[in-house]
């Protein structure tokens, strides 16, 4: 037995070394090898991530928006606590992305030199990650429609997750969503965070996107306290009663003009920071006072640290030139979602608008056909009215795009199609424009969105 | 001199995936006096009491699949009789499992009987999407304009040859893997697991569509120009050979492959 466990340590030992080696000769070749060693760990030990030691505390965030962020957000406020904190923020959200960091976070002896571990995880690999790691708690944002290839649905992702969460595990879980409230199993203890409604929040749905609407207890129509956006928001169910859980952690009260907002904290009111006024920032802000309160940081600490956090804000831009705003907003392509919210924000600015549009993916370009029933999870209806004066579609999906402005209400007279992506930026008239639009998608931020925005910056400049 | 059509969409609240209810959308675009009836799970369907001339139901969740077994089986005769009497049905994506004798999910534990209006048996791969094109012709359209579209799913459907299927595959897979039959045709009952969607994606099978249900009046497509420009350049690209992966070729049962 003695000598079992004395193999075992070895094999352990030697994937700890290998993938710290693997680690130093990627970096040594100028990249940051967030996710090879914690491969090469996972092929010589596929245990790993449970058998090398984890910190004292483990926090696992996951959803489809903002865990990204809330990663960032937990680990600076953990770093202004003085604890060592092994985070992947910089890395690989998989299984392997996390196995790197749990072995970067231990000496070559293997004994770990963290507080704690901060691990954003892709949902899909819960499976992988969760039944081994049994981290102390798991937070997950929300869960709405993502890849439809890849993620299907939202109640599937929710089935992964469901399944490979352990009893063990605190869940943190945003109360406005039904199906990310429902994770889990009724041993996992469980608190809620929420933000109250809000003066731009409506009484029901609408949208391609609304993925809660029955009620889960006996199929009748749910109704609304308040809706936010695809199935974000409150739910009751005017026949048998069920009602969305209440949340002991609120955001309200929410003023964006001074930059302050309330936060309910399990019963203690706090005044606090306005991290930032979108509305995913603050699910992000309450969600990490939730977390940080889980965990035992002082609650004044807790307020103090939104004081100096501040989220990436690498989604949009805005510049003004002459009496024009010009505005650069990453819009991804293939996550309908994604791109109501884009619209959607667009839709908030008052003027006459703009639009040059290439959001279809490079990465289905090539030896793809991209499959564009995405475009019908999106909501392009924000996009009709009379505001819009005109939109420039490129691209090889320009014909797809352009039907599906038009049958969202958009005047068709008002499209026009042009098959280079970057020759929208000249294309498009800008008199009488208050505002334009540079809307990209990931993939082609740099080919296509990069150069619209240098081109019609200097038409904007000409124009002064 | 066109009449009111009436087109029925079953529990739009819960089969509401992949964009696809956009089907009727468009269809109601192109006939703006159809009167579009959403009928909700708790509800009697529109079909079981009065004339209806197209009914429509979309991508469901699993659980979805489940709910609605359950509200459509206590009509199943009545979808049986109405399916002979010639009445247009188009299920969409794994709405037509609904209709079929059982679904089989391992992952999900659960062996279910569907309506049992067709012979078709439904396993799900909750870790094997299927991810891929289609293209083939239908009776409907002349054979310059085959049928596009695109398949996301879980599920691989299984079905005696005798049953007739929607199309034939050209390129892309069927029903399964092993099988260029896709969908099933049955008078004018489309069922298909084609997403895209396909009234969208497809102008000429739509215009032959709108013929079909009102043979009256000449059929018009909205936003003509765009649909059709749509579907030329999507039809270059599914007539481009280096688009095609192996695995979206119809495989012999010894040796199909790991769906990416």
Redesign the interface.
């Known amino acids: 037995m003695r000598q079992l466990r004395l193999l075992l340590t070895l094999r352990l030992l030697t994937a700890v070394w290998a993938a710290k080696l693997a680690g130093v000769a990627i970096r040594a070749l100028g990249r940051q090898g967030t996710h090879t060693p914690g491969l090469i760990a996972r092929k010589l030990y596929p245990g790993i991530i449970g058998a090398v030691q984890h910190p004292a505390q483990v926090v696992v965030v996951t959803g489809t928006n903002g865990k990204t962020t809330v990663s960032n957000l937990l680990t600076e406020a953990l770093l202004g606590e003085g604890l060592r904190v092994a985070s992947n923020r910089i890395g690989s959200n998989l299984a392997a992305g996390i196995a790197t960091t749990l072995i970067g976070a231990v000496t070559w002896t293997g004994k770990s030199r963290a507080d704690i571990a901060v691990l954003e995880m892709d949902e899909r690999s819960a499976k992988l990650v969760l039944p081994d790691l049994l981290p102390d708690v798991l937070v997950c944002m929300n869960l709405t429609r993502d890849s439809i290839k890849r993620n299907a649905h939202p109640a599937y992702i929710a089935w992964i997750l469901s399944s490979a969460i352990p009893a063990s595990t605190t869940l943190v879980l945003n109360a406005d969503d039904l199906i990310a409230s429902s994770l889990g199993a009724e041993s996992n203890p469980r608190l809620y965070f929420s933000v109250d409604r809000l003066p731009t929040d409506e009484n029901s749905p609408r949208g391609a996107a609304v993925d809660v609407a029955i009620c889960p207890v006996c199929d009748h129509a749910l109704d609304w306290d308040y809706w936010r956006f695809n199935h974000i928001g409150k739910v009751y169910c005017p026949a048998c009663g069920f009602r969305a859980p209440d949340a002991g952690y609120r955001a309200r009260d929410v003023d964006v003009a001074s930059g302050r907002l309330t936060l309910e904290l399990d019963g203690e009111s706090r005044s606090a920071h306005l991290i930032n006024d979108s509305i995913v920032n603050i699910y992000n802000e309450v969600a990490v006072a939730a977390v940080l309160d889980r965990l035992a940081i002082p609650r004044d600490r807790i307020v103090a640290a939104f004081e100096h956090l501040a989220p990436p804000t690498t989604r949009f831009a805005l510049e003004v030139i002459g009496a024009v705003e010009l505005v650069r907003i990453l819009t991804k392509g293939l996550v309908g979602v994604a791109c109501s919210r884009a619209f959607e924000y667009l839709s908030g600015f008052v003027g006459r608008k703009a639009i040059v549009l290439n959001i279809d993916e490079v990465s289905e370009r090539v030896t793809e056909v991209e499959n564009t029933a995405w475009t019908y999870d999106a909501d392009y209806e924000y996009l009709a009215g009379d505001s819009l004066a005109q939109v420039v579609v490129g691209g090889v999906r320009r014909y797809d795009q352009a039907l599906r402005l038009a049958i969202a209400g958009v005047d068709p007279a008002r499209i026009l199609t042009v098959e280079s992506e970057v020759a929208g930026a000249d294309r498009v008239d800008l008199d009488g424009i208050d505002d334009v639009f540079n809307l990209h998608s990931v993939h082609n931020a740099v080919i296509t969105g990069t150069p619209v925005q240098k081109r019609l910056r200097e038409r904007l400049e000409e124009r002064k | 001199m066109s009449r009111v059509l009436t087109i029925e969409m079953l529990f739009p609240?819960?089969a509401?995936?992949?964009?696809?209810?956009?089907n009727i959308?468009?269809l109601g675009?192109c006939r703006p006096d159809a009167r579009i009836v959403r009928t909700?799970?708790?509800e009697t369907p529109a079909f079981v009491t009065g004339a209806v001339d197209l009914v429509y139901l979309g991508p469901l969740?699993?659980?979805g699949q489940l709910?609605a077994i359950e509200r459509l089986l206590p009509h199943k005769d009545r979808i049986e009789a109405l399916i002979e009497a010639g009445t247009t049905f188009l299920f969409t994506h794994n709405a037509l499992e609904v209709l079929g004798a059982r679904i089989r999910n391992d992952e999900?534990d659960y062996d279910v009987a569907g309506v049992g209006v067709f012979e078709l048996e439904s396993t799900l791969r909750?870790f094997g999407?299927y991810?891929g094109?289609v293209m083939g012709t239908v009776p409907t359209v002349d054979a310059a304009h085959p049928v596009l579209g695109?398949k996301?799913q879980?599920s691989m459907v299984t079905a005696p040859e005798s049953l007739p299927g929607f199309l034939t595959a050209d390129r892309g897979i069927g029903r399964n893997t092993t099988t260029a039959v896709e969908g099933v045709r049955r008078g004018n009952f489309i069922g298909t697991s084609l997403?895209?969607?396909l009234l969208?994606?497809n102008p000429h099978f739509t215009r032959a569509l709108l013929a079909q249900l009102d043979p009256d009046s000449e059929p018009t497509l909205?936003?003509e120009s765009?649909?059709l420009?749509?579907y030329e350049?999507?039809l270059a690209?599914?007539h481009d050979n280096?688009?095609w992966?192996p695995f979206e070729r119809v495989q012999h049962e010894s040796k199909q492959p790991n769906h990416p």
């Open positions: 609240e819960v509401n995936l992949h964009g696809d209810n956009f959308t468009y675009q909700r799970l708790t969740t699993e659980h709910k999900m909750m999407r991810n094109k695109y996301s879980f997403i895209g969607p969208v994606v909205a936003h765009f649909a420009n749509a350049a999507r690209d599914f280096r688009r992966h």
